[in-house]
């Protein structure tokens, strides 16, 4: 119950085109959802996070969809770009300050 | 501006070799957390403290300790490394609030010999 399910595990894209990450999860008290991005050698670091009582939220070229009754969540990167390269991460948070994290989208975006 | 620093970046250690990381915030966060990550894996957490309250993750290994002397400092102990614990460990911090933000550190990439 605790899982955060990732997907795809990689993604290849071509510049300006749109990835879609998604992740699903079980546990119904969870009500965070941050999407990390982290290059090579560097640590994660948030890019965008939502809350279930909305539907989407869109940071620049970033937006989460949120779907509460599918326990879904996905990222969209709008007009993709070589430097978006990197791996993405989402997570599922609670009251408890604990994080599960999905298990990693590698993106590779071609020029 | 770094606001969490990790430090080494790098560390080799022999096998059996007591090996400490550290983490610094100048965030003054009240959460910090440790995770291990290996290549191409997800974090997974190690421990994390409630300012000085310490809570240790069901399936970290006993050779795996952590020290919080003040709010700023926080220190993973390694006892005896095995080859298994090869990984990049990573840091993070958060407000003590519900659905805040994990800042990550860039971690430290530790070896076995």
Redesign the interface.
């Given at each position: 119950q605790q899982q955060v399910k990732q997907s795809p595990q990689s993604l290849i894209v071509q510049k300006g085109g749109i990835p879609i990450i998604n992740c699903a999860y079980e546990n119904t008290a969870f009500d965070y959802f941050p999407w990390y991005q982290q290059f090579p050698g560097k640590g994660p670091a948030l890019l965008i996070a939502i809350r279930p009582d909305v539907s989407e939220k869109k940071e620049g070229r970033f937006t989460i969809s949120f779907n509460k009754s599918a326990k879904q969540f996905s990222l969209h990167i709008m007009d993709s770009q070589p430097g978006d390269s990197a791996t993405y991460f989402c997570a599922s948070g609670d009251s408890s300050y604990k994080l599960i994290f999905g298990s990693g989208t590698r993106l590779l975006v071609r020029p | 501006d770094a606001m969490?620093i990790q430090n080494p970046r790098y560390q080799v250690t022999q096998f059996g070799k007591p090996v400490t990381l550290s983490c610094s915030q100048t965030l003054n966060h009240n959460?910090m957390y440790w995770y291990q990550q290996k290549s191409?894996?997800?974090?997974k957490?190690l421990f994390?403290y409630?300012d000085k309250d310490f809570n240790n993750e069901a399936d970290t290994p006993d050779n795996f300790q952590s020290r919080r002397p003040n709010t700023s400092f926080c220190f993973l102990d390694i006892r005896s490394p095995g080859l298994g614990d090869a990984a990049m460990y990573?840091c993070?911090t958060?407000r003590?609030a519900?659905?805040?933000?994990?800042?990550?550190?860039?971690?430290t990439?530790l070896s076995i010999l």
């Open positions: - | 969490v959460v191409s894996q997800a974090p957490l994390h409630y990573l993070a958060a003590r519900v659905n805040q933000p994990q800042h990550f550190g860039d971690g990439r």
